[in-house]
């Protein structure tokens, strides 16, 4: 095990990136570029993931794709890796001169680490000292990924015709993203809520960054196939159904207290199936914020921050507002369903979906002294 960068694979050139977000249903690709401090989305595009065991048969579609959009070679990639390929914790380890910072990270991320040491890329920063129990102790944020999840990733990108140029983590490229899109957390911390396909991520980002990301197995998926089966409609039509109407009536409670009499069958069916398992996702993201105040002298957060497919659910803002106690708000640089200022290609897919794409693609220009803004 040895320390790497906070990006496990990177090297500079002119050319724009391509953000790369690997999902369970669909790889999101997006690619912008800058005129000084402007910048445009320019390209962005969603290639479903194939279904067969055939290891060409997306990579082959996302060539496809690029090809007719037109984009130049050579294709730079930026991608990252989800939770669960990864582990990023605080560590507390005696206090030390920052010269001798990795031989006291090295012992304590052994004995987290899930992964055998000999496959790991990592890398730490210091969150600085605090005491614990009496005892004086420095705050190390360690991110740490299975060196073979990142070959994987990098075949993946190959074999799309792709030169890899940065693999990091997803909760970096949300945060980088959230910046940029219109929301603009002051000083105080703040959530995402990445809601994927199969999983759903929980983030927690404060003044020295990020502090916290886990995995929930609660995903967009899950919500569709519950209607799917209860109603007996096709995929597409239960996917259309969950999007527009989504958690009327528990919405409808939040807002006035109750819900009016002569609610529709369809309405009390649809929240039956969705709250228990939103109604699980509130109960984590609760115990992530209080895990957050324990060790940060009761600091709450500012706000949450939707992200992912399943931020599209109808409703869910409020419903999630209501059940947490605090600001809720879509990711996207004007409402909630906003999309994409990407020209030819941006029709139909929305900032929730692109998020992790975005952020990706803006890697290379979000240094201090070029910070990006929107056109």
Not at 46 to 74: C, M, Q, W
Request: aromatic fraction near 6%; include cysteine.
């Amino acid at each position: 095990m040895k320390p790497g960068l906070s990006t496990f694979l990177r090297r500079k050139q002119a050319v724009p990136l391509i953000g790369v977000d690997v999902g369970t249903s669909a790889v999101k690709l997006a690619r912008i570029e800058f005129d000084g401090p402007i910048w445009k989305v320019t390209t962005t595009g969603v290639v479903p993931a194939a279904k067969t065991d055939s290891v060409e048969e997306t990579p082959a579609r996302i060539r496809e794709l690029l090809k007719d959009r037109g984009i130049p070679r050579p294709w730079r990639a930026a991608s990252a890796l989800p939770a669960k390929n990864a582990e990023i914790r605080i560590l507390g380890v005696p206090v030390g001169d920052p010269s001798t910072l990795p031989s006291r990270v090295m012992p304590a991320a052994e004995q987290v680490l899930p992964f055998g040491t000999e496959d790991t890329i990592l890398d730490f920063f210091s969150l600085g000292a605090s005491f614990n129990g009496g005892e004086k102790t420095e705050r190390v944020l360690l991110a740490a990924a299975s060196r073979s999840a990142v070959d994987r990733r990098l075949e993946f990108l190959e074999r799309a015709g792709m030169v890899p140029e940065v693999i990091e983590l997803v909760p970096w490229a949300l945060a980088r993203a959230i910046r940029y899109l219109g929301v603009q957390p002051e000083d105080a911390p703040f959530g995402i809520l990445d809601l994927g396909h199969t999983t759903s991520t929980i983030i927690i980002l404060d003044r020295n960054g990020l502090f916290l990301s886990r995995s929930v197995r609660t995903g967009s998926k899950g919500l569709t196939e519950k209607i799917r089966k209860e109603l007996d409609l096709d995929w597409n039509r239960a996917e259309q159904l969950k999007g527009e109407r989504g958690l009327s009536l528990a919405a409808q409670a939040c807002r006035t207290g109750g819900t009016e009499e002569g609610a529709t069958l369809v309405a009390e069916i649809l929240d039956d199936l969705f709250l228990p398992a939103l109604a699980h996702l509130a109960d984590e993201i609760e115990k992530s914020i209080a895990f957050y105040a324990s060790e940060s002298q009761g600091e709450i957060l500012d706000r949450l921050i939707l992200t992912g497919g399943g931020a599209r659910l109808k409703n869910l803002d409020a419903f999630l507002s209501e059940r947490l106690g605090l600001g809720v708000q879509i990711v996207g640089p004007e409402s909630s369903d906003s999309d994409p200022d990407a020209g030819e290609t941006g029709a139909g897919v929305s900032w929730p979906l692109m998020a992790g794409a975005l952020g990706l693609a803006m890697r290379d220009s979000t240094t201090p002294e070029r910070r990006p803004r929107r056109t």
